[in-house]
């Protein structure tokens, strides 16, 4: 069974629209929810975190929380094409040796115009 | 300074060839990652380094070996590589690897070419 998993799309939104994406994990004692957006051969980048249960918003952005549905999502309003790329979930949970971030294997959002 | 510098960008070596992947952070971060990401694949965890100390090896190929020679440093040996250890090679840090409530910085990866 997969720690954290996601659609893989691609998602496609027309621009200025809302995209969701969604992720859910399996490891009831995860602690801290990322999301990371990637760009066709470029590293991830951290563009959101929650920890506690509920909405969280920067900007165009709103992450939400549910831990007791062990599910994460992401909002993005007014979609831009700039927009466009992989978005990848990522759970910290604690391991043998210390915590690992672990990642889902994203969601594809294409934006178009 | 809010950056995680990798070098080089791009790598390709023989299966015979030894070579050094560098990651360089000057944010204070105490705790150190090595990631694998093969194409259309998320970034797989190989080694975290905490206070300059190795505390998860994620069952790696001896073939890596990593190496913390300072709070700031990084470094990934590669020896006897095979093909389908070609990958893009993320490093990242954060303020402590016990600290849940940090994400990780991410350096720009060193794409790595086994021929």
């Known amino acids: 069974q997969k720690e954290v998993e996601q659609n893989s799309g691609p998602l496609s939104v027309p621009e200025g629209a809302i995209a969701s994406l969604n992720c859910t994990y399996s490891?009831?004692?995860?602690?801290?929810f990322f999301w990371y957006r990637q760009y066709s051969g470029k590293s991830p980048e951290l563009i959101m975190s929650i920890y506690s249960n509920g909405d969280k918003e920067d900007g165009r952005f709103t992450a939400q929380l549910n831990k007791a549905s062990q599910y994460v999502s992401l909002l993005i309003r007014d979609s831009q094409p700039s927009d466009s790329a992989t978005y990848l979930c990522?759970?910290?949970?604690?391991?043998?040796?210390?915590?690992?971030?672990?990642f889902g294997t994203g969601t594809q959002l294409k934006v178009e115009l | 300074d809010t950056e995680v510098t990798q070098t080089p960008k791009h790598l390709v070596m023989g299966m015979t060839n030894k070579k050094s992947l560098k990651c360089e952070q000057h944010m204070g971060h105490r705790a150190m990652y090595w990631y694998k990401q093969k194409a259309k694949k998320p970034p797989e965890l190989m080694f975290v380094y905490s206070y300059e100390k190795l505390s998860i090896n994620e069952s790696v190929p001896s073939r890596f070996s990593p190496e913390c020679p300072n709070s700031s440093l990084l470094n990934l040996h590669l020896h006897a590589l095979q093909p389908e250890d070609s990958a893009l090679y993320l490093c990242?840090?954060?303020?402590?690897?016990?600290?849940?409530?940090?994400?990780?910085?991410f350096g720009s990866g060193t794409r790595l070419t086994v021929v």
């Open positions: 990242a840090s954060s303020q402590d690897a016990l600290m849940i409530n940090y994400g990780y910085t």
């Open positions: 490891d009831r004692g995860s602690q801290s």
């Open positions: 990522a759970v910290i949970h604690p391991g043998g040796g210390g915590n690992k971030l672990t």
